[in-house]
């Protein structure tokens, strides 16, 4: 490379952010560049602004995977971004079709790190969304006694890059069954937890966001949380997304017992956060409660919380807890699941009780991070 490229190269370099987080091997990946950083690195290459559009609507629009298909640009352009960047996707080492169409992801990072992203279609009061739960780290440091990721004994945050690449990459799977299959909601339920991964996972939803790429309505991202209280504060200043808590339990002691993070924010500082989230109109936070056999699932725990919730615009999602073999926790009599929804119900509560998806293949909530081989199950091509 001349020196007059490699001094392009490195002023390109210093106009970027995205260097603040370095990947974890060698060039920062082209995924995780908000426009507004490309159009300064177009500038600083000597081009115009607009330039650093037209690289990023190749990426969400004309889902190039090489370089050299970005086509609309200068090869001077090109060169300085090759030398710059990287712009693979994470790579599917597995896809695990479920019988419902639910689809799991295993991705691979270029560190080896495993992750997974679910796919999972719904058809629900006659309209048609597809949501793909993407994880934030390859495992979590939360501990909850019920989760499987919590059990898996690896830990990084995923890059911006890394998340984005999970729905180019899951995008694409998707792309043949036709425009019907196109993935319409996004939601960071997988593995981690993305308030404690807070840069990178905002990052991405910027990316995502932005109405000049893949532009996805703001209300169509959830962020799901157990309460890293203080970033969530940040998330309703931050961005317009939507806000999903992982509650669990209507008393410190039993949150205590199956999410130890109650102890740094117990439930008093979680729902004055709740209370003061900034709402759009005719949004709702939504609670996730996993029914736990014995432990959560009584009636009184069913009259606690619209308690504990009142005056906050919520709907509750309600999961009897998807056994596997890391939890003593037990899935509770549906019986007692029925008598706790009706309970809700009374008490004027928007409340939904979740079917499982994805269970044949290890796909349901909590159980991300089990990888079950099945008979339509298909290795990717290496
Ligand atoms: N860390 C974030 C997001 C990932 S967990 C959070 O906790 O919110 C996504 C959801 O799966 C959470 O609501 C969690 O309560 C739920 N979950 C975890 N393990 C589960 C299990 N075994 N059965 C059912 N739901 C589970
Ligand atoms: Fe982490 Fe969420 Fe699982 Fe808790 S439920 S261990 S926060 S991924």
């Not at 001094?7 to 390109?12: G, Q, S, T």
């Amino acid at each position: 490379m001349s020196s007059i490229h490699t001094e392009l190269v490195l002023k390109a370099l210093e106009s970027l952010d995205a260097l603040s987080a370095p990947p974890p091997d060698g060039r920062p990946s082209l995924l995780g560049v908000p426009i507004t950083e490309l159009e300064r690195f177009a500038e600083a290459a000597g081009e115009q602004r607009y330039r650093g559009r037209q690289i990023f609507q190749g990426l969400f629009h004309r889902r190039v995977t090489s370089f050299a298909d970005l086509t609309d640009i200068s090869k001077k352009l090109r060169d300085a971004l090759e030398a710059t960047f990287d712009i693979d996707r994470p790579k599917v080492e597995q896809v695990q079709a479920s019988t419902d169409g639910t689809r799991k992801y295993k991705l691979k990072a270029n560190d080896g790190s495993i992750f997974e992203a679910v796919y999972i279609p719904e058809v629900a009061r006659g309209s048609r969304t597809n949501t793909l739960c993407v994880s934030s780290q390859t495992g979590c440091a939360v501990g909850c006694k019920f989760c499987f990721t919590a059990s898996l004994k690896r830990n990084r945050n995923l890059s911006a890059a890394e998340i984005v690449g999970q729905v180019l990459a899951v995008r694409d799977d998707v792309a043949p069954f036709g425009e019907r299959a196109q993935v319409t909601n996004i939601v960071f339920m997988g593995m981690g937890e993305p308030l404690l991964n807070y840069a990178q996972v905002t990052r991405a939803i910027g990316i995502l966001l932005d109405p000049m790429g893949a532009a996805f309505p703001s209300k169509r991202i959830t962020v799901s949380t157990s309460g890293i209280v203080p970033r969530i504060y940040d998330l309703g200043r931050d961005l317009p997304t939507q806000l999903a808590i992982s509650l669990n339990a209507t008393t410190n002691a039993v949150r205590q017992q199956v999410m130890p993070i109650t102890k740094k924010w117990p439930l008093e500082e979680l729902i004055t956060a709740l209370r003061a989230y900034p709402l759009q109109p005719r949004r709702r936070i939504t609670i996730e409660y996993v029914l736990l056999g014995g432990v959560n699932d009584t009636i009184e725990d069913a009259r606690r919380l619209p308690h504990l919730l009142r005056d906050i615009p919520v709907k509750v999602n309600l999961l009897p807890l998807n056994a596997h073999d890391r939890t003593e926790l037990k899935t509770p009599e549906w019986s007692q699941v029925l008598a706790f929804e009706r309970e809700l119900k009374r008490h004027g509560m928007n409340a939904i009780l979740r079917r499982p998806r994805g269970r044949d293949i290890s796909a349901a909530c909590g159980q991300l991070g089990e990888t079950v081989p099945l008979p339509q199950s298909r290795e990717a091509a290496t």
